[in-house]
């Protein structure tokens, strides 16, 4: 019995742990109260985005409004490993400023995020942080455009505007570099949802990498018929800056904001401005140059929506719901138990009577090689239903090892 | 290299051929004068295909080009469409109309004598009608990659010695100036030590949904094209797309491996062995039929230390092609004459009599008629391209599987992983069965 007791109190402490463990990790500080775009929608969104990942803890804090006293704007900027830029707006006291600057030199991540690159035109190192900014009266005094024209990076010092955009749509972004950690695993082209495509941005970009870019065409309204920058890191001292350009707000957080693609390069951004590294893995559901993907609610599909919805599944229709199962599948990387757990999911939709043929047919081919004993007596059963005959053979000649 | 069955020499060797071939009432395989699977210069040698679609017709064209060495006798395809352009293409070529034309190829290897087949078929077929020809002693000109999965390619290079046949993979960038030259530059060490191998092949196909089920064409023969893999409704998929569906293929991952892995491992004298841990990502569709991996991006580390990256051409920084990187520099090769390197120096470089000559071939498919000749190794060699391909499935399970994947290239098996190793096989569907190793 005493040990039974011991056994529970161990479990618990391992729980408590655990779950320390898996307590939001990074301190995070979104600054916003200024901007020319509803910023009091795109915080709380940029906020649920960073904690969704499970290593973030955000904090969002206002500046004073257009005119008041930016004295009293004074934060503790070093209580932070994450600051996030979602504003547009007067200057900062040139305390505040300071310290901004110490403390990305010393080490410190940031996030530009959409129009905090209009933000401080005349604020020498914020323009060297976020590499490229746009509107403000920036022109040729603030530096080149940087682009890509037929897959070369240009650096354009010609005279000119700095920032613009068409109309906003649907736009293609290219991975440029494809084995940093924040792009490492995602498609190298895909479609991001409605929005502002920032052109002509203009900086210093000093220390800077773009990342993706994307094509202003100009059938859309006011394109430059050049591939724009949309995702940036800069380094800066010690610091790490993420940029991204995309994002644009509307009531509710506006619909390129749902983006999947958005939302994750987001995250995986932010990680990377903390760490220098990334350990998310790439989601089920990352858009593809096929397709843009929402998320109503800003989250990823999680496995038990994918199990309700598999059973409906025809050929006809998306395999997204399977998508995710695989994905799921892969992140186990081998996990035996994770593996069975998954297994009985599948097993549970093999012997549902109202799920598809062709649902069953997709997790029989998973089985076939992931599938331990716990399968065969259901498969079996399969073997004499006249429509999934082959397939239920297929499954049991290789889990039995006879192919 | 030995083979210096120059293509002056040939045509003065066949000048001669020309002239006796008219005299023979019958073409008969020089086999069948008990000369072993040898045949003498004065002859031609009498030749098939199966599988005359797309890259089977581009094959026979190109033996068809050598006519002075081959006389093509017979053609076998699932599709009698196809089969009735290649019957009157040979005609046309042989200013007769004795092409013979089969729609099985049992019945084509049982009744026709051969020297040498050509075939070019989905991979699915590969592991079985590879093997059978090799059964029956007839020397092979195979389109790559030579298997669909591992344990065919196993049982294919096992028939292929077993039988002493000439073996001959449709790897034909191995004929062309560029890419020798950039792999003998790089097996002579003229970038250093090789740490370091890109192999961009191309982006995936981007799919054209669900196709509603069709009435089979009169033409096609769906059960034969289906063969040993699951029996499916038609959608009007068949020739050529069959590259988009796992079922016949791994995608433009496994349908290049042939081409730029195989160069990659010629020049890092990879050719003899395989990685010994391989890990991956991929893209797939997330609807319609095609589902091969739109994207692909496969690290393999070498017992050597030498690590190649494999991925679609635009995740790499110079795209398709192959890229060794040495301690000293890098050079890479590609489609379109091009080889460029990091000193345009090391282009220059004059190989020495005394370091690594590779073996020259300037025609993919001389080279494959040469070597039935002579009875010396072709260019592009059974083993050789089972080592090529083998880095592609191997990259294609650890993708599935999302694992790590360790691979004893001695063996030939993946250790540890028993959940990974059935991957290295698909079951047949009857009455086929896969081909013994």
Known sequence: MKNRYLLILLAGLLTFFSACKHMPGYKTLIITGQNNHNWKASSPVLKQILEETGLFSVKIMTTPDKGGDMKTFDPDFSKYRLLVIDYNGDSWSEKTNNAFVEYVKNG???????AADNSFPKWKEYNEMTGLGGWGDRNQKDGPYLYYKNNQLVRDTSAGIGGSHGKRREFLVRTRITDHPITRGLPVAWLHGNDELYSQLRGPAKNMQILATAFADSTAGGGTMRDEPVLM???????????????????????????????????????WAVTGDVTQKVPWDFPSAAGVVFRPRFKEMTLDEAFDNIGNYEIEKSTKYLSCIQSHLRSLAGDEQGLLNLEKMMVKVLKDKEATVDSKKLLLRELSWMGSDYSVPVINELVSNAELKDEAEFVLSRLQGKN | MANKSSRRDFVKR??????????????????????????????????????VGSQGMSNMMDFLKLKDAVQYVAVCDVDSLHLAKAKETV???????????????????????????????????????????????????????????????????????????????GSWQRSLANFHRGAELVINGRVGKIKYIEVGLPDGNKGIGTPPVKPVPAELNWEMWLGPALEVPYRGVSHWDWRWILDYSGGQLTDWAGHHIDIANWGAGLEHTGPVEISGTGVYPVEGIFNVPVEYDILCKYANGIEMRVANASRLPLGMGTTWHGDLGWVHVDRGDIISASDPKILNEVIGEKEIHL?????????????????????????????????????????????TIKWDPEKEEITGNPNATRLLSRPYRQPWTSPTI
């Not at chain 1, 991540?109 to 959409?114: A, K, P």
């Not at chain 2, 391209?385 to 993708?399: C, D, M, N």
């Open chain 2, 91 to 169: 005609d046309h070529a042989n200013k007769n109309s004795d092409c013979r034309t089969y729609g099985d190829y049992r019945e084509f290897l049982e009744k026709e004598k051969l020297d040498a087949v050509s075939i070019a078929l989905p991979d699915h077929w590969h592991g079985i009608i590879y093997s059978a020809a090799a059964n029956k002693k007839i020397n092979v000109y195979g389109e790559k990659p030579i298997c669909r999965t591992i344990k065919d390619g196993q049982a294919i290079v096992n028939a292929v010695k077993k039988n002493n046949i000439i073996w001959q993979t």
């Open chain 2, 359 to 403: 073996y020259k071939s300037e025609n993919h498919w001389q080279n494959f008629i040469d070597s039935v000749r002579s009875g010396k190794p072709a260019i592009a060699p059974v083993e050789v391209s089972y080592r090529a391909i083998s880095v592609a499935l191997l990259g294609e399970i650890a993708i599935t599987t999302g694992q």
């Open chain 1, 233 to 271: 890191v800069i380094t800066y001292g010690k610091g790490r800056i993420f940029h991204t350009t995309m994002g644009h707000s509307d009531l509710g957080g506006g619909p390129s904001m749902h983006c999947a693609g958005f939302i994750t390069t987001l995250q995986r951004g932010a990680e």
């Open chain 1, 108 to 114: 410190g991540g940031v996030v530009i995020y959409h």
């Open chain 2, 14 to 51: 066949s000048a001669a051929v020309v002239a006796g071939a008219f005299v023979l009432p019958q073409i008969i395989p020089s086999t069948a004068f008990g000369m072993g699977r040898r045949i003498a210069p004065s002859d031609r040698l009498v030749i098939g295909s199966i599988g």
